[in-house]
C-alpha cells in the first residue's frame, strides 16, 4: 500500500476548514431575504442558514410595538432554538402620509397571504390621487444579534426615497418595484443588486452590526 502525503495533506486541511466554519442562523424563511443578507455580510468560512432549514421551527409571532422588538423576539427564539448564533432582521416601509403604514404591517399589508404583488397593488391604490412631492417614504431595517440565552447587539438603518406611481424593474421583492430613488433615478427594484447592498436599508444596518458577527469567527 502507497501512502499519498499529499493526499493526507489535504484531507487534514478539509477537516479544518469543516471545524471552524461559522454558522449562522439568519430568523427568516425569506431564501430573497436571506441571499441579500449573505452578500451584503459576504464573510468566508461562514454558512448562513435560515428557517427553512429547520422544518419543526415554530411559527413567530411578530407582536411587538416595533420593529426592534420584532427583530430582538426573532433573534432570540431561533438562537434559543437552534442553539447557534441568530440574526434576525425586521424591516418595512413607512409612508409618510400614509403616518407611517404599513410600518410593521409591510409583509401582511393586504393580507395574511404575504404577496408582494397584492401589497404594492394595495398601496399605489391608497396613493393614487396624491402627488409625487407628497409620496415621501422610508425603507427602516432593524437587526437583531443574539446567541442562546442573550441578546447581544440591536442596530438601524434607514433608506429614503419616494413611492413611484406604477412598479419598475425585475431586481430585488418586497416593495423594490415601487421604491423610487431621486438620486439613481431608479427603483430598487431597477438598480443593480450590487449597488442596492451597498446603500439599501439593510446594508446600513448590517455595516453597523458586521464587525459584532466577524467576532465570532475570529
Known sequence: MIYDKSLH????????????????????????????IAEIINLKDTEFLSLADYPSFPEIEEDGKDFKQNAIKKALTTADFTQKIALADDSGLEVEILKGEPGIHSARFAGEKKSDRANIKKLLELLKDVPREKR?????????????????????GVCEGIIAFEPKGNFGFGYDPIFFLPSYNKTFAELDP?????????????????????????
Open 194 to 218: 450590487r449597488i442596492k447592498n451597498r446603500i439599501s436599508h439593510r446594508a446600513k444596518a448590517i455595516e453597523k452590526i458586521k464587525e459584532d458577527v466577524v467576532k465570532f469567527g475570529a
Open 9 to 36: 495533506s489535504s484531507l487534514k486541511t478539509q477537516t479544518f476548514v469543516i471545524l471552524f466554519m461559522l454558522e449562522i442562523v439568519l430568523a427568516t424563511r425569506n431564501l430573497n431575504k436571506k441571499r441579500e
Open 136 to 156: 415621501r417614504a422610508k425603507f427602516r431595517c432593524v437587526i437583531a444579534l443574539a446567541k442562546p440565552g442573550k441578546l447581544i447587539k440591536t442596530v438601524e
